[in-house]
């Protein structure tokens, strides 16, 4: 019985999707629930999975095209069973095994299967991708493995080598140029700063991040304290957490928090709902969990809808100060920025503590400074005190 694969059904914002990679072939054996291909959309990679047991009979498009929902993929031919190579073909390799081919070779055969930003690295650093351990998807080795294989010493650079290599803009990376140019085009943004100093913070993680972690099954991690204050301070500014849309501005009565994750493919914004519900444990388990699906290229569309507020933080990549692009139609993100001992009055004495700048991107159409910069002092007082983000004070 022949059975269809179709691309799974897409939300109305993602008119369409592309053909990334096929994981199988006409003619190979697969199960049920085993991923055969994936789809790439404006913001995330699909996997695709075999709804039978059975052998792939056929394949309707390939990597590279332009699908949309509900359109058939391939047949599957349910309960059929592959064809087994000849005996002969199967001997073969053995036969071959005493004259395995050189090294060479096997080294292009793994440069091709990287991606394009990878394989530019791979070059242009003399690196064997085969000598290199992956952390990617599936093992895969990425540009990231690449850069600390280099610094590691465990690659010579090609003698000379000026290598250039020219690559289509993935369907992630063109929505991420799409968006930035619409929140530049669009939006009347205007940036405030403050610094703010967490050694309390630092200090409630050092005596209770072990039981938090013994309690709760999660590390204490500084995300949860700014995400929750932020969510505290929203509910004071209701302006901060609104939306324009046409001549009404949108209030929106809940904290629905857009955490942004760096992934190989771009920047992507999960969505914490309801944080002014939530609890610390709550709140780092989210994160880790959207941190993981990222990572494993897991996320799924309904992870990235909707958020009335972003959080961003470059002090992850040792940022020390950035103004952060309001992503449409929410009108604020909050930027977080690398954690930097200084010295710091206090009580008219000199003492050195761990500080971080914030920052507060915003759409000045409704967002007047004064409830800009009071919002940063709010979330600044929060996490001095950080008794006051537990009692939303």
Same mark, same amino acid.
């Given at each position: ?9 897409? /939300? &109305?914002?993602?008119?369409?999707? +592309?053909?990334?990679?096929? =994981?199988? #072939? ?7 629930? &085993? ?57 073969? *390799?053995?036969?071959?095994? *005493? ?23 791979? +070059?242009?650093?003399? @690196?064997? /991708? ?12 990425? #540009? ?29 990376? #063109? ?11 669009? @939006? ?5 700063? $403050? ?11 050092? &005596? ?7 309690? =709760?099954? @999660? ?24 939306? %324009?849309?046409?001549?009404?501005? @949108?209030? =929106? ?20 709902? $309801? ?37 961003? $933080? ?9 103004? *952060? ?7 604020? %993100? ?12 206090? $009580? ?9 700048? %914030?920052?507060?991107?915003?759409? =000045?159409?409704? %967002? ?26």
């Amino acid at each position: 019985m022949a059975t269809e694969v179709k691309v799974p059904v897409l /939300p &109305e914002s993602v008119s369409d999707a +592309t053909i990334a990679a096929w =994981h199988k #072939k006409p003619g190979d054996a697969v199960k049920r629930d &085993e991923n055969l291909m994936d789809l790439e959309t404006d913001k995330v990679v699909l996997e695709v999975p075999s709804p039978v047991d059975g052998v792939l009979k056929e394949i309707k498009f390939k990597e590279g095209d332009t699908v949309t929902s509900s359109q058939i993929l391939a047949i599957i031919e349910e309960g059929a069973v592959a064809a087994a190579a000849p005996a002969a073909a199967a001997e073969a *390799p053995k036969a071959a095994a *005493p004259a395995a081919a050189a090294p060479a070779p096997a080294s292009k055969s793994a440069a091709d299967s990287l991606p394009p930003g990878a394989r530019f690295t791979a +070059t242009k650093e003399g @690196i064997d /991708p085969s000598q290199v351990d992956g952390t990617g998807r599936r093992g895969a080795v990425t #540009k990231e493995d690449l850069v600390n294989y280099a610094k590691s010493g465990g690659a010579g650079k090609a003698a000379g080598a000026r290598p250039e290599e020219r690559v289509p803009m993935t369907r992630i990376r #063109k929505r991420i140029a799409e968006r930035l140019m619409q929140s530049k085009d669009s @939006i009347a943004m205007l940036t405030s700063f $403050n610094e703010v100093n967490l050694a309390k913070v630092s200090a409630a993680r050092k &005596e209770l991040g072990e039981d938090f972690q013994k309690a =709760h099954g @999660i590390k204490l991690g500084f995300m949860s304290f700014f995400v929750k204050a932020a969510a505290n301070a929203l509910q004071r500014f209701p302006v901060v957490n609104a939306s %324009i849309d046409g001549d009404d501005i @949108i209030y =929106h009565g809940y904290a629905d928090i857009s955490i942004a994750v760096s992934t190989d493919k771009g920047l992507v914004t999960p969505v914490l709902r $309801n944080v002014e519900r939530m609890g610390f444990a709550e709140i780092e388990q989210g994160i880790a969990d959207y941190a993981k699906k990222a990572r494993d290229g897991k996320l799924g569309l309904d992870d990235l809808q909707g958020g009335t507020f972003t959080i961003t $933080n470059g002090g992850t990549f040792g940022s020390l100060m950035s103004t *952060p692009i309001v992503n449409p139609p929410q009108s604020a %993100i909050l930027g977080m920025h690398t954690i930097k001992e200084r010295p710091i009055a206090e $009580n008219g004495q000199v003492v050195i503590a761990p500080m971080m700048y %914030i920052a507060l991107s915003y759409d =000045h159409r409704i %967002i007047d400074g004064k409830d800009a910069v009071q919002f940063l002092v709010d979330i600044k007082n929060q996490l001095e005190n950080p008794n006051r983000i537990l009692f939303g004070l």
